[in-house]
């Protein structure tokens, strides 16, 4: 059966776009982090970041429900629910910071094609600055700041002259390898601004994960984003923290990635797990910034701050807090890790463990010195999981990082298993 419904998507389907496994399992239905196939085969869903709660959430799927059966419209009307969604997205930024406004979207793409608009409003500028290797989405401007190789392949010929390329600040491999203060990389940073300005292209904005997530989850060296944050400013640019995958609460000790390293963002761009499957964005701002937008117009989202996203949107606020999860991820990320690390002992192919809470990436190496990338074994590993009923993929511009980030109910008990299992496979002969 899932043969037969593989031929029908591929038939229908772009060669684009992209799909998990050559034959991927017929999934029918999830519950909390586990996934079940047509076959009533069971999962164990170590990757699936937007369904942040669980599979099939019961608070979600009643809120949803009810909203479904009274009413649907949008954010240019008034209805019991939006001011309080939007007041609630706010109050999870940190006290004084400062980030008081907020502009509701559907997708990740749309939140960082927006933050990017209000920097480019805001500072009358252009040029904004990412890293290399990073994924931010999929529309015109997040895909012109996605820079990951091997997801917008043909970039470096196409890319808009807006967007400057910096280095990235990577402690693990290539050109700051062994810098985990990212002095050099910091030297380098202030060059290219000095670069920007003589060519009059300061920067409206410089746009980072917190955490380098298509790098494969790498944590920020030790005072890289305040100094990065401190020299963008310097210059009158703003700072764009991509929170899309890192944050709401899967860092585990910090509710959002850049409070790991202790700064605050002038826009910050959330998605995935807000609506726990359901398709929410947004972007919180401060309300200096998000005014200069109506020099573009007037904003409005059809779908972006309907009645139905502020009811599931609320729903997951409460289920987070009921369910406790963002101390859950702390919990069972950190045990994870532990884990991994002494797996890591046994199996010479584990290189480092990167990440933080419950986002973890699992870098393979066959050589630690080299650090040459072991991307066929991470695809067979990935295989054989799957047979054993671990559903974890691979990330990163080498495809050689296992990365980990679950739905943060993740038990302590399924992580264990896990870990066996990935143990039982690299025991087979690598
Ligand atoms: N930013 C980051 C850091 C992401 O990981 C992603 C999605 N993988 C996006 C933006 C784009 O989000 P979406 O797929 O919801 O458009």
Known sequence: EAEEELHRRQRIFAEAQERYYEHPPQ???????????TTGRSYIDMVNNVAGLGHAHPGVARAAARQLGSLATNSRFLFRGLAEYSERLVALMPEGSGLDTVLLVNSGSEAVDLAIHLAQ???????????????????????????????????????????????????????????????????????????????GRDPAAFLCESILGNAGGVVLPHGYLAGAYDRVRESGGLCIADEVQVGFGRMGSSFWGFEQSGVVPDIVTIAKPMGNGYPIGAVITSRRIADALSAQGQFFSSAGGSTLSCAVGLAVLDAMVEDDLQRNALAVGDHLAEQLRTLAQRHPLIGPIHGAGLYLGVELVRDHETMEPADAEAAAICERMRELGVIVLTTSERSNVLKIKPPLCLTIQSADHVVGMLDRVLSEGW
Request: charge should be negative; glycine fraction near 6%; aromatic fraction near 8%.
């Open 121 to 199: 409003a805001a500072t009358g500028r252009r040029t904004v600055i990412a890293l290399r290797e990073a994924y931010h989405g999929w529309t015109m401007a997040s895909d012109a700041v996605t820079t990951s190789a091997y997801d917008n392949p043909d970039a470096l010929g196409t890319r808009p002259d807006w967007v400057h390329v910096a280095d990235v600040p990577n402690p693990f491999r290539g050109t700051y390898r062994g810098d985990d203060t990212a002095a050099q990389y910091l030297v380098d940073l202030s060059s290219d601004l000095d670069v920007l300005a003589a060519e």
């Open 27 to 37: 999934i029918e239905r999830g519950w909390r982090h586990h996934l079940i196939d």
